[in-house]
C-alpha cells in the first residue's frame, strides 16, 4: 500500500507553505491549519518537498 501523509495540526502554525507546494495535497482548515484532503500517488515528490520545506516539521509520512 502507497504510504500516506498527514498533518500534525497541533504543531503547524498555518503558514501556507504546503498548500503553496502541493495544492493537490493540503489545504487550509477552517481553525486556519493546514490538513490533507487528497492521497495522490503521483504527487509523492511534492508532498516531501513540504515535508523538508514545513518550518516546524510537522507533516510526516504513516
Ligand atoms: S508547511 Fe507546515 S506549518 Fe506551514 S501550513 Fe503546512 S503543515 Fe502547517
Redesign the pocket.
Known sequence: MAREVY?DQDA????????AVAPEL?RLSASS??EVHGQIAASEAKAQE?ID????G??HWR
Open positions: 498533518v503547524c502554525i498555518g503558514c501556507e507553505l504546503c498548500t493540503f491549519v493546514a513540504a520545506g514545513c518550518p516546524v510537522c507533516i
